[in-house]
């Protein structure tokens, strides 16, 4: 670094010296300037020293940048920045933004026959479509889109099974429409209630199915489609479904989830005998809470899996959000945004952060243990992702065209499940990359 105010030669000029002195005054007045300029340069020297270590690290942490020059990084051209990927294992595929997408959906409302009516956005009238023209990208790096080919050869003899609530039957189905651009599915399988669902790729002999199971332990429960209660539900804190227990070692890759059903009013019963409840007025019960209940159930659910000598993948999908506004589903909610949140502009409900941090302790215990046992245990968070997307709802369009008779009809709104195609395919493309690279 060059110090600008020290004195350089040129500047001591002849006019310092008197003109008339002897030749030894001169040169002991040379000698004394010299060794003054030694010391000087010593000092100075040491200080300009001593001033870079100090400042350096702060000039690059927080360069002072004028508003109106931005400092950009001055690029290689030999190297291609946008196919610089960190190495594997070290990116966050749950961290990230949604950006526009000018291809849009693989498949369409149209090609694609088994998207139940309540999902079918398209067909039942929403008149915007900017919501199917938006993508998940990591912020550090790129995954590629779902590759259905691709996926089917790898499964070839392999079964899947998504096991929870009506939210994974909504992914089994964008599941079921990206996989029909290669093969179209068979329903094999399907329960009384067409609640649990098997289909066969043929071609391959992979099997897809959605196992209903929203409590994943037993559970007795009364409602109707629309989600009204006739009666308080029965469920059993310690005892796991065997509607997917009995089938667990014969399945290679499954998702569990769980979450929304726990805030509903239940009686809780343990050892077959009644424990309390939540939200039970005037039943004379111990009102323990869903916190209680959920971190029973997450804490029986993986002790079974941890300890199974399972041999294939196991996921858990974290919470998925709802976005309704000016009220709930059930009294008058609605979601009518069109595009996604940015970052910031929305937080998780107060519920949902208490439900997401039980999902995260007992992952975190589970994990460890799994990871002793070689059991292939894996975290599926979805959560932040979908808190970005507002406007991928159905909303009054779980309803075939409801404004057709009256603008202004009041109807009940869908702002939890998605709409096909819409934002939960990403989820499959973030499933793939899991499968493919750990």
């Known amino acids: ?7 350089s030669s040129s500047s001591v000029s002849s006019s310092w010296f008197p003109r008339k002195n002897s030749h030894y005054q001169l040169l002991k007045f040379v000698v004394c300037i010299f060794l003054m300029g030694l010391v000087f340069r010593l000092f100075s020297s040491r200080s300009i020293e001593n001033s870079v270590v100090v400042q350096t690290p702060f000039l690059e942490e927080t360069p002072v940048v004028d508003d109106e020059v931005k400092v950009k990084p001055v690029p290689d051209h030999n190297v291609d920045f946008r196919k610089i990927k960190p190495p594997k294992g070290k990116c966050d595929l749950f961290t990230g933004d949604w950006i526009p997408n000018p291809s849009g959906p693989i498949y369409t409302n149209e090609s694609c026959h088994v998207i139940e009516p309540h999902q079918n956005c398209m067909k039942n009238g929403r008149p915007d479509s900017g919501y199917l023209f938006w993508r998940w990208k990591p912020r550090d790096c790129e995954i590629p889109r779902f590759d259905a080919k691709k996926f089917l050869e790898l499964m070839k003899n392999k079964q899947w099974a998504l096991i929870g609530d009506s939210i994974q039957r909504n992914h089994v189905q964008s599941l079921l429409c990206i996989l ?15 609640s649990s669902k098997r289909w066969l790729f043929p071609s391959y002999n992979f099997t897809l199915s959605v196992i209903w199971s929203p409590f994943l332990v037993e559970a007795a429960t009364f409602e109707d489609i629309n989600g009204v209660s006739t009666a308080d539900i029965q469920l059993h804190l310690d005892k796991l479904d065997h509607i997917w227990v009995d089938q667990y070692q014969n399945i290679d890759y499954m998702i569990f989830s769980g979450g929304k059903w726990f805030f509903k009013t239940a009686i809780y019963y343990e050892n077959n005998k009644v424990v309390g409840c939540h939200y039970c007025p005037g039943q004379n019960l111990t009102e323990l809470g869903f916190v209680y209940a959920y971190r029973k159930v997450l804490e029986l659910v993986y002790n079974h899996i941890v300890k199974s000598n ?25 979601c009518t945004r069109s595009v996604p949140f940015k970052e910031g502009e929305s937080n998780l409900n107060d519920i949902d952060v208490v439900l997401r941090d039980i999902e995260l302790e007992e992952f975190k215990k589970a ?9 292939n245990l894996k975290l599926f968070d979805t959560t ?13 369009y779980r309803h075939f065209h409801p404004f057709a008779k009256d603008n202004n009809a009041k109807v009940q709104n869908d702002c939890l499940h998605w709409c096909l195609p819409g934002p939960i395919d990403s989820w499959s493309d973030l499933v793939m990359e899991m499968v493919l690279n750990g």
């Open 384 to 396: 932040h992702l979908s808190l970005l997307r507002p406007d991928g709802h159905p909303g009054p």
């Open 180 to 194: 029909s651009k290669v093969e179209d599915a068979v329903m094999v399988y399907h329960d009384e209630k067409y």
């Open 1 to 7: 670094m060059r110090a600008d105010w020290y004195p």
């Open 310 to 334: 399972h041999k294939g993948m196991i996921f858990f999908r974290m919470i998925t959000p709802d976005h309704f506004e000016n009220g709930e589903w059930f009294s008058g909610g609605t």
């Open 367 to 375: 994990e460890a243990v799994a990871s002793k046992n070689k059991v």
